[in-house]
């Protein structure tokens, strides 16, 4: 798997974007880029993954930068509930399940 | 549909015991996962079952096993406990086709003493 660099805590006032970045210059060209978050003392939570193109869903946005060397999840109007430790995670699809955990980007959301 | 259950939620032993941890994946998951979560290590992949079948496991000693059952229910156990066992242990179920996407339990917190 690539080694992933994310800025270990951020701050976002509630209501704002929340963009969360991640450095993966390692990365292969069958590897895709996945995220997920951890709410204190709750088990990790998918939330996108993506290969090149960017992806949105119901909880966030991903953007792949075209050198695919970095990534951003954006949480479009962040709230109180997405206080949470989220981490980035690049590997290859087919691999079998077993996701390597970095240590993460705790973002704290602020009233 | 109800989520990946993991029973006990806390578990308090002491060293030289052994433990055994249980996980219902959702329905129709046949992958399962094991990882452990501590503050010095954060989290680690243990091992993946999938149709009763180790697929991968992590770099954990030999103390630690686990197994699937034919409906996908799993468990892990731990023999020979150690102070530095205390964690709390996840265990993720997903779709084979589903690569990496995980569902998480709530995680069993065991404490040893």
């Known amino acids: 798997d690539a080694k992933t660099t994310q800025p270990p805590s951020m701050d976002c006032a509630e209501g704002r974007a929340a963009n969360l970045p991640c450095n993966h210059s390692?990365?292969?060209?069958?590897?895709?880029v996945y995220w997920y978050r951890q709410i204190h003392s709750q088990g990790p939570q998918y939330i996108i993954h993506g290969l090149k193109n960017n992806e949105t869903n119901e909880m966030a946005s991903l953007i792949i930068t075209e050198d695919r060397k970095s990534s951003t999840l954006i949480l479009p109007h962040a709230t109180l509930r997405d206080t949470a430790v989220y981490y980035c995670?690049?590997?290859?699809?087919?691999?079998?399940?077993?996701?390597?955990f970095g240590g993460g980007t705790r973002l704290m959301v602020k009233p | 549909k109800a989520g990946v259950t993991q029973t006990p939620r806390y578990l308090i032993k002491t060293r030289g015991q052994q433990v055994t941890l249980s996980c219902s994946p959702i329905?129709?998951?046949?992958?399962v996962s094991w990882y452990q979560q501590t503050p010095g290590q954060g989290l680690q992949f243990l091992f993946e079952y999938f149709s009763e079948t180790q697929r991968n496991k992590g770099n954990f000693p030999g103390r630690f096993s686990g197994r699937q059952f034919s409906n996908s229910r799993s468990e892990m156990n731990v023999s020979t406990l150690e102070l530095g066992d205390s964690a709390l242990y996840l265990c993720?179920?997903?779709?084979?086709?589903?690569?990496?996407?995980?569902?998480f339990g709530a995680g069993t917190r065991l404490s040893v003493l």
């Open positions: 995670i690049v590997r290859v699809a087919n691999a079998g399940n077993m996701l390597t």
């Open positions: 390692t990365i292969s060209g069958n590897e895709y």
């Open positions: 993720a179920s997903s779709l084979r086709e589903a690569k990496n996407i995980q569902y």
């Open positions: 329905s129709g998951h046949r992958s």
